[in-house]
Nanobody, 126 residues
């Protein structure tokens, strides 16, 4: 199973970016999916998650109301729409895939995910 992120970049504070994660080599609709991020020198942290069907979503408190996670199973793709970006959102962003039954609070634990992408860098300037 391969996960490939795209859409990162450099943006000014208050701006927006849309990350994409394309999954190949597996049955996308069978995976719960999430976004994590990791800043230099810090642990990888949960950002947002979505269940296999897309009708349940989870967010880390600091991104609620600013970020929106979604998925299109027919396209094997998950998205993260990031609005109102702040400098402390700067990090490498990773998509992760786990068992379809994965739910809160396990969704927030990196070790619960079997599949990971290589990451895409998001840098927010002040």
């Amino acid at each position: 199973v391969r996960l490939e992120e795209s859409g990162g970049g450099l943006v000014q504070a208050g701006g927006s970016l849309r990350l994409s994660c394309v999954v190949s080599g597996g049955i996308f609709r069978s995976y719960a999916m999430s976004w994590f991020r990791q800043a230099p020198g810090k642990d990888r942290k949960f950002v947002a998650g979505i269940n296999w069907s897309g009708d349940r979503t989870y967010y880390e408190d600091s991104v609620k109301g600013r970020f929106t996670i979604s998925r299109v199973n027919a396209k094997n793709t998950m998205y993260l729409q990031m609005d109102g970006l702040k400098p402390n959102d700067t990090a490498e962003y990773y998509c992760a895939g786990g068992d379809y039954g994965l739910g809160y609070p396990s969704t927030h634990t990196p070790g619960e995910y079997a599949y990971w992408g290589q990451g895409t860098q998001v840098t927010v300037s002040s």
